[in-house]
């Protein structure tokens, strides 16, 4: 059974640019959750959709937005990208909506570099 | 509001050696406790979780936690660390409901050969 897929693992962008960042679930799950790691601030939480729903939102400016599709593939957007939005963004797919249910698995992450 | 507090940026212990990583929570309502791993380069991996049906609970890699409601605390331990236990540990809570993990901000273990 594949795992939860992310592409791309790196990208370099220059501030003001967006970016388009994308996660495939592991087949038959429906909730998909997006973190962003970085050394000062460790792991924060994004966002979380469900059935092509959001459920639960982070405390991050609205520049950062996400869907998710009906086949459960969720991407991320980042809009006038800041070099402190440089860090590791990491999804993590489940079957329903509850952690203490499910276990999350996690991507690998998309390395994401601002200059 | 939810949150950990893991004890510890940096851990050494010998190989053999006993594995203590400290983790204490913060909770509003009835808690749920991870812990995961991360290596080098990857995702994190879920070690075991807590969600109430037993204080002690068992995970892969020889990993084990105790939650202590009086002490606020859900520590993981191991009794003899491997050189392959060497990567980032992170404790996690979340609650009933939700899906949200809150993290703490993680400890990295070195394993002295």
């Known amino acids: 059974k594949a795992g939860v897929t992310q592409t791309p693992r790196y990208l370099i962008k220059t501030r003001g640019q967006q970016v388009t960042l994308s996660c495939s679930p592991i087949s038959g799950h429906r909730s998909v959750s997006w973190y962003q790691q970085t050394p000062g601030q460790g792991l924060q939480f994004l966002f979380e959709?469900?059935?092509?729903?959001?459920?639960n939102k982070g405390n991050f400016p609205g520049r950062f937005s996400g869907r998710q599709f009906s086949n459960s593939r969720s991407e991320m957007n980042v809009s006038t990208l800041e070099l402190g939005d440089s860090a590791l963004y990491l999804c993590?797919?489940?079957?329903?909506?509850?952690?203490?249910?499910?276990?999350?698995?996690f991507g690998p992450g998309t390395r994401l570099t601002v200059l | 509001a939810q949150s950990v507090t893991q004890l510890g940026s940096h851990v050494s212990v010998s190989e053999g050696a006993l594995v203590l990583l400290r983790c204490n929570y913060s909770?509003?309502?009835?808690?749920?406790l991870f812990w995961y791993v991360q290596y080098p380069n990857q995702g994190l991996q879920l070690l075991l979780k807590y969600t109430s049906a037993a204080t002690l609970v068992k995970g892969i890699n020889g990993f084990e936690a105790e939650f202590k409601k009086s002490e606020t605390s859900f520590h993981l331990t191991k009794p003899s660390a491997h050189m392959s236990d060497a990567a980032e540990y992170f404790c996690a809570v979340s609650h009933f409901g939700n899906e949200k993990l809150t993290f703490g901000t993680g400890t990295r273990l070195t394993i002295i050969p």
């Open positions: 959709y469900f059935s092509e729903t959001q459920r």
């Open positions: 909770s509003s309502v009835p808690p749920y």
């Open positions: 993590a797919s489940s079957l329903s909506g509850q952690a203490i249910l499910n276990e999350q698995f």
